[in-house]
């Protein structure tokens, strides 16, 4: 199967209550899960992050967003870890379910803005 790998970074959590805390009681190497958000106002391609007991974190990049969505929409089954508790860095994989073969790293977009 194709595999996939990414490192990007959880961006907004200032603007949802209890994220900073739920990120500050976490730990390097944690589960989280990523959740497609189609209805969200500021971007269709929103891609939510949230704990492992359900505690919504932030969100991929917009500039990002896109590429993971599609994926996502088209079944990709996606695995995220935190890698970097100060800096809020995740690690997403993510398989195809064709057979691509190895891992590969997908380059997304540079970040740009703040968080």
């Not at 932030?58 to 995220?80: E, F, I, K, S």
Request: with cysteine; net charge negative.
């Amino acid at each position: 199967m194709g595999t996939y790998r990414t490192v990007t970074v959880v961006v907004g959590s200032c603007y949802h209550a209890g994220a900073l805390a739920a990120l500050d009681g976490l730990r390097a190497g944690a589960t989280l899960s990523l959740q497609r958000e189609p209805t969200n106002p500021h971007d269709p391609n929103a891609v939510a992050v949230y704990s492992e007991d359900g505690a919504m974190l932030g969100h991929v990049p917009r500039n990002q967003a896109a590429l993971l969505a599609t994926h996502m929409d088209c079944g990709a089954q996606m695995a995220c870890a935190l890698i970097g508790k100060a800096t809020r860095t995740i690690e997403i994989r993510w398989d195809t379910g064709k057979p691509d073969g190895g891992v590969v790293f997908a380059k997304l977009p540079p970040y740009e803005g703040d968080g």
